[in-house]
């Protein structure tokens, strides 16, 4: 069984700051993808980082792929109420039947 | 292009009855995944289709649940004689061929049983 854990669960933050969330195993991925859910809707597709080392950025949302691909973080910089909502990361694993690997997440409340 | 579409949005049934949740994947894609989320849990895959063949159903429930993509029309989980344990948000998924990893979700199905 492929374990995934995301830290920090829960976060509760002011508006503007800066924070980071880590997604980690002891599995090598083939790629990874992040997700934002909001309270009564469906995980909303944010990124997929496939290279190690790789870097995205979305605005103020930094991901990165680890450089042995068993590993991610997302920072975001300058919070708004509007990051709110939890955050999952889903890496994949080659030969893995197309499924994705789901942990519990990151709990993120901006506060206004 | 519209994303990924479920029906009904919330669904309430008592003891005994039958829940049909339906799902349409976006276009040009051929494959759905279901999953069931419970409050404060995580999303647990349960079967993942392509149109007419189920490819991996390890995470279905051995009784009640069956899930089925035909040809034609959208995908269906089938929970027969639902107890209230099976009370949770369901969603699907969808992915183009060729791509595994990169899943698009619709919004979900709250079931309730009371």
């Known amino acids: 069984t492929q374990l995934l854990e995301q830290s920090p669960q829960f976060l509760s933050i002011q508006e503007g700051e800066n924070l980071t969330v880590y997604c980690n195993s002891s599995?090598?991925?083939?790629?990874l993808q992040w997700y934002r859910q909001e309270p009564g809707e469906g995980p909303v597709l944010l990124v997929t980082v496939v290279t190690g080392g790789e870097v995205k950025k979305l605005k103020r949302l930094t991901f990165q792929f680890g450089d042995a691909r068993k590993d991610s973080s997302l920072h975001i910089t300058a919070a708004q109420p509007g990051d709110t909502g939890l955050y999952l990361c889903a890496p994949h694993s080659a030969g893995n039947n197309r499924k994705l690997i789901w942990g519990l997440g990151t709990s993120l409340a901006v506060n206004p | 292009n519209a994303g990924v579409m479920q029906n009904p949005r919330h669904l309430v049934r008592r003891r005994g009855q039958e829940a049909r949740l339906r799902c349409s994947p976006m276009k040009g894609h051929s494959h759905v995944y279901w999953y069931r989320q419970l409050p404060e849990e995580g999303l647990k895959f349960m079967v993942y289709?392509?149109?007419?063949?189920?490819?991996?159903e390890s995470g279905m429930p051995k009784e009640r649940f069956s899930a089925e993509f035909p040809k034609e029309g959208p995908s269906i989980l089938r929970i027969q004689q639902v107890v209230r344990g099976d009370s949770a948000a369901y969603f699907c998924a969808s992915s183009p061929p060729g791509i595994a990893d990169t899943q698009y979700f619709g919004p979900g199905t709250r079931l309730t049983v009371l």
């Open positions: 599995s090598v991925f083939s790629s």
């Open positions: 289709l392509q149109k007419e063949n189920i490819i991996d």
